[in-house]
């Protein structure tokens, strides 16, 4: 028997986009329920076929469909993805022991599930968006526009009246000769990852690695473990939608305990933590200053890290601590946020490029460059202990030149083996950093890109007398607001950007210079050994 459902609530969706538009008491014929994101599909009594939210509806049987049900208040959307509907925190028994190995799987699991049940969904967005009701939800849920809370946030999904922000909250976005930027930091610091340790428990059941993290700052040394950074990086990941929060280095199990593989990581959680350090908003973070400060007192980490978790002040409600400069002109921030995409997709492009040929010629250094050098020099070296045959004094200087020269090639050989380690190899992960960071910019552009559309979409409506003036405006105000983000983060981008690759080539050159000056030196020593001769 096919399974039916009655209406709990007027649900009001965008016909267009396959959603159903039916009314509290109606009851509907259950077609699918793996539609995913919340949403089944049904058919109503007059053979309309469309999308409802699930939450807005009972599963009946036959002697309930003919009685009367108590209509219950329609399920209310939590601003913050971190937090229960129900009101608890996102995995309150994180973990007993904070270094516990299973944190890392019972930490993804449920952090996972939490995103998936309060992900904002028109079930769950219908009824606050009843004032700009006419502008059009997007229909694909997993759109960067919608997982980021930008729609939900120009649309007023979320109320500013619910959102508690104290004045430490504030995000401040002045206004320069290049457009809008972040409000530098008043206190900058850096962080040091340092002095890995193999530590065990559970008699030596269990292993991990632990690093010592230090921020200039307040020069406070605390132990952490990937882990930890994992966590912190999920936290950012959820409370700054749209900053370029640069992705970890990847996990490795195989060999994780190497000594080569584990001063690797160390290097790239450093670089990785002062990407986060240096950016004047997310530096200034609670959760950043509790992953850096907080002791192995248990019960200091779990109340730092449940205040992380209940933070109200993530996705679409983190737009409201954001005070930028009024008069942003949409188009005017819109081109120049598609310039910038086009700008970030060629770079990507070059970045790659030279990344792929940095590691061709890196692997080259340590193979057929070495190689060819240490030819040359055995080559060389035959012909020197061949004259060593020749016994006579007038002799014996060129011999010896000779045999000078066969060892010089080889020990050149033997220096374009170590010397990717020096240039090649830090520019390689420079740029793989990059690489990074120019992935999470196509979905900025794609969230700046939806804001507009919705402020054109207000203008035909208003128009057409669909929408009031109070109305476009307010939505033409949360764009501003969402662009001015966008536009102090490109700028805080480009900003790095130019320190970074000049850093970068500078380091590369002088490196190279110095590598072959000891090629040259090699040389000229050997080259004295024959006016002696």
């Known amino acids: 028997m096919a399974l039916r459902a009655r209406l709990l609530y007027d649900f009001e969706g965008d016909v267009s986009s396959g959603e159903l538009n039916v009314t509290e008491g109606e009851v509907l014929m259950v077609v699918r329920q793996d539609v995913g994101d919340g949403w089944w599909e049904g058919e109503t009594s007059n053979g309309t076929r469309g999308l409802f939210p699930e939450s807005y509806v009972e599963v009946l049987d036959d002697a309930r469909a003919m009685s009367g049900v108590h209509s219950a208040p329609p399920p209310s959307y939590n601003a913050s993805p971190l937090i229960r509907v129900d009101g608890g925190g996102v995995d309150d028994n994180w973990d007993d022991d904070w270094r516990e190995d299973s944190w890392e799987d019972s930490q993804q699991s ?48 979320v109320s500013s009246k619910k959102v508690k922000i104290a004045n430490t909250d504030i995000v401040e976005i002045v206004e ?78 195989a060999g994780r ?16 933590l002062n990407r986060v350090a240096r950016h004047p908003v997310v530096s200034q973070c609670h959760v950043l200053h509790h992953f850096l400060t907080c002791g192995e007192n248990e019960k200091d980490w779990k109340a730092g890290k449940r205040r992380a978790e209940k933070d109200d002040l993530v996705g679409a409600a983190f737009f409201f601590t954001i005070q930028h400069p009024p008069g942003l002109v949409i188009e005017m921030s819109d081109q120049q946020v598609e310039q910038f995409g086009k700008f970030s997709r060629q770079m990507d492009e070059a970045v790659m490029s030279l990344r792929d040929k940095m590691t061709n010629h890196c692997e080259k250094c340590s193979g057929p460059f070495k190689r060819e050098y240490e030819k040359i020099g055995m080559v060389i070296g035959n012909l020197g202990n061949c004259f060593v045959e020749d016994t006579g004094n007038y002799a014996l200087g060129l011999t010896t030149a000779v045999k000078h020269t066969g060892q010089a090639y080889f020990a050149i050989g033997q220096l374009y083996e170590e010397q990717p380690k020096y240039d090649l190899i830090p520019l390689i992960d420079g740029t793989k950093e990059y690489l990074g960071l120019l992935s999470t910019f196509p979905d900025l552009v794609q969230v700046h890109k939806g804001a507009v559309e919705k402020v054109k979409e207000g203008r035909k409506l208003l128009e057409e007398g669909k929408m ?14 969402l662009s001015s983000v966008i536009l102090a983060e490109i700028h805080h981008f480009q900003r790095e950007r130019v320190i970074d690759f000049k850093q970068f080539m500078v380091s590369f050159l002088q490196e190279q210079i110095s590598f072959h000056e000891k090629v040259i030196d090699k040389l000229k020593d050997s080259l004295a050994m024959y006016s002696e001769a």
């Open 110 to 157: 449920s952090s996972g599930t939490m995103r998936d049940e309060n992900t904002l969904s028109p079930a769950r967005a219908s009824t606050s968006l009843g004032r700009m009701g006419t502008i059009r939800k997007n229909i694909n849920r997993f759109s960067s526009f919608v997982k980021s809370g930008g729609e939900s946030f120009i649309l007023g999904a």
């Open 176 to 253: 320069t000769v290049d457009g809008p930027q972040w409000s530098p930091s008043s206190n900058p610091f850096d962080c040091t990852v340092e002095q890995p340790k193999k530590m065990s428990k559970f008699k030596g059941m269990k292993s991990y690695i632990a690093y010592q993290v230090t921020n200039s700052g307040t020069n406070t040394a605390v132990l952490r473990r990937y882990k930890h950074f994992d966590w912190l990086h999920e936290r950012l990941m959820e409370k700054f939608t749209l900053m370029s929060i640069p992705p970890l280095p990847d996990k490795q199990y």
């Open 257 to 272: 305990y190497g000594e080569e593989f584990v001063e690797k990581r160390r290097e790239k959680l450093q670089m990785w």
């Open 468 to 481: 009031t003036d109070s109305e476009l405006t307010e939505v033409t105000a949360r764009t501003d607001s």
